[in-house]
């Protein structure tokens, strides 16, 4: 770890020391579950807490995939299988084609007029909501300690600039106009990562730096896990671009959130838990996310090396790293920038809050250029090519089956 790391793990380790200290380890188990599946898509359930819930049918598939030694032969199949409508590739087991071409069924209560306002919406709103998965959901993520010591400690942790592309692919898919049109990838991506998660929920278990740090939970990505992280993507950008006064219509509204909806399905989640609207996944939001977040060693390592790479991508090199900090900051406030271990930037910081919203006013007609400070073009080129670092590097690299954990 460089010098930087080791202060951004000083900035949070107060904090970590404090958590411990209360012994707030796991806080997402403390809590009874009350979220009820009335609010589902499924509309009913049997109310189960989801901390306890994975997902059978692929842990127990992906357990035999590995204990066989067919990883490599799936992954080489796979790798052919890239678009909506294409038949599943040759040379897969029996048994993965099989499940497979199950997991790749839209649910019943997919609708396809929906899937197409929602295309739109993301292609027309593809600044905001790039940043705001992308990035913003990035920085969340690290700060949700289950998930940080997931990846740092899984195969992918160890080259993050392959994981950031494996990552983008999904959300490049699910944000593509054709997304769920036959030409499209999302379907083919979605199955493919609730691959990758059971593989890991068979793999990691036996990874001592995962056990050591795992606040008693035995298997990881439950359910509630997913959910989440879920609500890192629609829920918090949804709710960023209403604070930004960003216009969206009532359809529009509706429609991404069914695009995700479905996505969830796909990826494994169960229809009980797939909030059915917007004041639904709010509320299941609040109860599952806002209480796990928090700071890890792992989180703080894994932000340094994100942010580190998109501050690669931006120019000159001596604003980059501070503006892409700051630009980071501002997703996500202070509390998580704090834990993620950000450090505080005394320009950039009272510069991207005071002009971001007068370049979001720009960008959306609503107010004319010459209110718009000339330094607005430098943050919006630094977002530019934040997005197009997630999306690029997506284009070049499969999502995969990892057969073993990062190497200790
Ligand atoms: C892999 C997305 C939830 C941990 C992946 C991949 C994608 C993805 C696209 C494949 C890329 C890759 O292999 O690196 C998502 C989405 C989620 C979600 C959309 C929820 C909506 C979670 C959660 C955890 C997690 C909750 C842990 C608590 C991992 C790990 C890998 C992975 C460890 C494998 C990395 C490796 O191969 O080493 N995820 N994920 N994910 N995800 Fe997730």
């Known amino acids: 770890m460089d010098g930087l790391s080791r202060r951004n793990m000083l900035i949070a380790g107060g904090t970590l020391g404090a958590l411990g200290a209360l012994g707030m380890a796991s806080p997402a188990l403390a809590r009874e579950w009350t979220w009820a599946p009335a609010g589902s898509v499924a509309g009913t359930g049997a109310g189960a ?5 994975w997902d059978d049918e692929a842990d127990q598939l992906l357990a035999s995939v590995i204990d066989r030694g067919d990883v490599p032969r799936v992954n080489q199949a796979m790798r052919a299988w890239t678009r909506n409508d294409q038949p599943l590739p040759d040379g897969l087991p029996a048994d993965v084609r099989d499940f497979m071409q199950r997991a790749r069924q839209l649910p019943a209560w997919a609708d396809q007029r929906k899937l197409g306002v929602a295309a739109r919406f993301n292609v027309s709103r593809g600044f905001y909501l790039n940043l705001l998965n992308g990035v913003g959901g990035g920085m969340l993520s690290t700060a949700i300690p289950r998930e940080a010591r997931a990846v740092y400690h899984s195969k992918g942790g160890a080259d993050m600039e392959d994981r950031v592309a494996k990552t983008s692919r999904l959300g490049f898919a699910v944000g593509d106009l054709d997304a769920y049109q036959p030409s499209g990838a999302i379907i083919v991506e979605a199955v493919k990562t609730r691959m990758v998660h059971a593989a890991v929920r068979h793999l990691l278990p036996k990874s001592p730096g995962w056990q050591s740090g795992s606040d008693g939970q035995r298997i990881p990505i439950s359910l509630a896990d997913m959910l989440v992280t879920w609500h890192t993507l629609p829920t918090y950008a949804m709710r960023k671009m209403l604070e930004w006064r960003v216009p969206i219509t009532s359809a529009e509204s509706t429609a991404y959130l069914h695009v995700w909806q479905v996505t969830a399905h796909l990826l494994g989640i169960r229809d009980e838990y797939i909030p059915a609207t917007w004041d639904a996944a709010n509320a299941q939001s609040k109860q599952l996310l806002d209480p796990v977040l928090g700071p890890t060693r792992e989180g703080v390592e894994l932000t340094d ?23 980071a900051r501002y997703l996500v406030g202070d509390q998580i920038a704090d834990w993620d271990g950000i450090e505080r930037e005394p320009f950039w910081d009272p510069t991207i809050a005071a002009v971001w919203p007068k370049l979001v006013g720009f960008r959306e007609k609503l107010i004319p250029l010459p209110l718009v400070p000339q330094l607005a073009w430098t943050i919006d ?21 990892p057969d073993t954990n990062r190497p200790s």
């Open 49 to 53: 807490d989801p901390n306890w819930v």
């Open 305 to 327: 090396i994100l942010l580190g790479q998109l501050a690669e991508q931006t120019s000159p090199a001596s604003i980059s790293r501070p503006l892409v900090n700051a630009l």
């Open 381 to 401: 080129e630094a977002a530019r090519r934040y997005i197009m670092f997630y999306l690029t590097k997506g284009r070049e690299v499969h999502i995969e089956i």
